[in-house]
């Protein structure tokens, strides 16, 4: 045992006193998670026959039309290689495929925040029914003690498809922020960790095993030795990568004077240097002409890049695409705050007119549908904090809304509090109360003074109505700002008036 610690690099003391442990839970044995073989020794053909898969990439592109606006280049692209990627699987594998190996479209995205990178990639996983797993490229070191480990991406996706190897290994696996990992940019630390992540990485994408018990993970290498002990054998499980997809994505801001450059190069030569860096809106349509070579300049590996056949570029979302995004029913941005509302019982309506200025706001902070969540949040929120305390049980944002939501929310409360004041009034004393627009301009003023709720403000100036406009026998009653101001002067005269029309 003592020896084992020791080649695992352990204190052999604390090794016990782990597997002692072990030993008394072991009544039971740990629960196994898998249940096919290792890698490579099940009968040939049984991944491949047992995967169901026959979607077209066109019926994938009008699955994601559903959910994703605009983009339609970037999603004819990842339809297409992911739809084919999946189909080739189906074929018999045959030998000329294992000699001159096997080209992956592993899809690099270019884009800019919030335009639908990584929604995309989630709904093409989710309606493949593939596992999927989602990293940032920033969390990986190279030797995987400081960050993680790129191998972990893999053992992930064991654990998204529930311990089923034969599944994760037609997964998907999808890093963010790859531009991060780009050498010639000294933001992140030393460049040689950088591009031995890329390295890593490579390793991945092309065709490796990895073992499913992370060498930094000390609990699971214990796990194995206690299984060693136990059976007799070491059994080592391992993931191959070979048909795992891998999409990698980022904004790589500044590969755009990189393609200017380039292309400056081959049109007017030396002088080209001088040029000023391309606007913005150039910019976008020139990272659409991004090649290998562009971005190896930008920081990577040749090898890196060439196992990314595939490159699909993202456009910036313009507010009528903002817009188109709010005003789809399946829109997760509106369904999200609807359902903040309706935890409290609220429902929630959006105008069309609101909704087109909330996209024209969102254009201009240009984060794409990112924008939208942080501008519907600043007008909400108020409501949201005031509305569950107060039963209003719905709330129409409108253009009003949108503009002044501070005002908005005042007069709502306003008159809900004056419509309860009424509706307690009916109720007490039969009679059916109403309030001019003169009535309410006062209202509104003496609430102000005197810090008071409208009901409770009301309840106190028309204490004695009750009783007097039933002397006056009133079924109906418009309450003028005179009643407001004076109350019981007013009273007084309407009955004084009253009896003295009767006489
Ligand atoms: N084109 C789009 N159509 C509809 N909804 C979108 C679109 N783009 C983004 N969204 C919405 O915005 C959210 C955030 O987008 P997403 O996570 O895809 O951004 P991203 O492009 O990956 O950005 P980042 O680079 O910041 O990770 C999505 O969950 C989705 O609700
Ligand atoms: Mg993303």
Redo the contacts with the bound molecule.
């Keep these: 045992m003592d020896i084992r610690a020791e080649k695992m690099g352990l204190d052999p003391d604390t090794l016990r006193q782990f597997l002692a442990r072990q030993y008394q839970a072991a009544a039971q044995p740990p629960p196994e998670v898998q249940t096919a073989g290792p890698a490579g020794t099940d009968p040939p053909g049984t991944l491949r026959e047992g995967l169901e898969f026959d979607l077209k990439p066109e019926e994938l592109i009008t699955y994601l039309d559903q959910?994703?606006?605009?983009?339609s280049e970037a999603k004819a692209i990842l339809a297409t290689k992911f739809c084919t990627h999946f189909n080739r699987l189906r074929l018999p594998a045959d030998d000329e495929e294992e000699l001159v190996g096997n080209i992956k479209n592993n899809v690099l995205m270019i884009?800019?925040?919030?335009?639908?990178?990584?929604?995309?990639i989630k709904l093409i996983a989710r309606r493949l029914g593939v596992p999927f797993v989602k990293a940032d490229a920033t969390k990986f070191s190279e030797t995987g003690y400081v960050g993680g480990d790129v191998e972990d991406l893999v053992r992930e996706l064991v654990r998204e498809a529930a311990g089923d190897i034969g599944r994760a290994q037609y997964g998907i696996i999808y890093i963010?922020e790859i531009d991060k990992i780009a050498t010639s940019r000294n933001t992140y630390g030393p460049d040689v960790s950088r591009s031995g992540v890329q390295r890593n990485l490579l390793k991945l994408m092309e065709e490796t095993e990895v073992d499913i018990r992370s060498p930094h993970d000390i609990a699971s290498q214990m796990e194995s030795v206690l299984q060693m002990q136990r059976t007799g054998k070491a059994e080592r499980r391992k993931v191959n990568t070979r048909h795992i997809l891998f999409v990698v994505?980022g904004?790589f801001s500044g590969l755009e004077e990189i393609i200017a450059r380039r292309l400056n190069r081959g049109q007017i030569g030396f002088r080209a240097s001088a040029q000023p860096p391309p606007e913005p809106a150039e910019g976008a349509r020139l990272v659409s002409k991004a090649r290998a070579e562009d971005l190896v300049a930008y920081g990577f590996e040749s090898e890196f890049i060439g196992r990314l056949p595939i490159i699909a570029v993202?456009d910036e979302?313009g507010w009528t695409?903002l817009l188109e995004?709010l005003r789809?029913p399946k829109?997760?941005?509106i369904l999200a705050k609807k359902r903040d509302f309706l935890a409290y019982g609220i429902t929630l309506e959006f105008t069309d007119e609101a909704l087109q200025l909330l996209s024209q706001r969102a254009g201009e902070e240009r984060t794409?549908?990112?924008a939208?969540v942080g501008v519907i949040e600043k007008v909400l929120l108020h409501f949201e904090r005031r509305l569950p305390s107060v039963d209003i049980p719905s709330l129409k944002v409108t253009r009003e809304v949108v503009e002044d939501p501070t005002g908005s929310l005042r007069e709502l409360l306003f008159h809900h509090s004056l419509s309860r004041f009424c509706a307690g009034f009916l109720a007490a004393h039969g009679i059916r109360l109403e309030f001019p627009p003169a009535a309410l301009a006062a209202l509104r003023q003496l609430t102000l003074a005197r810090d008071l709720p409208p009901e409770e403000l009301c309840r106190q100036l028309l204490a004695d109505y009750g009783h007097g406009l039933r002397l006056i026998e009133q079924r109906e009653f418009a309450v003028g700002p005179q009643v407001l101001h004076h109350p019981q002067e007013t009273l007084n005269e309407l009955i004084k008036e009253f009896y003295n029309r009767r006489r």
Excluded: W
């Design positions: 959910y994703v606006i605009g983009q884009g800019p925040t919030g335009v639908g990178k990584t929604f995309l963010d994505s904004a993202l979302l695409e995004i789809n829109s997760s941005v794409g549908a990112r939208l």
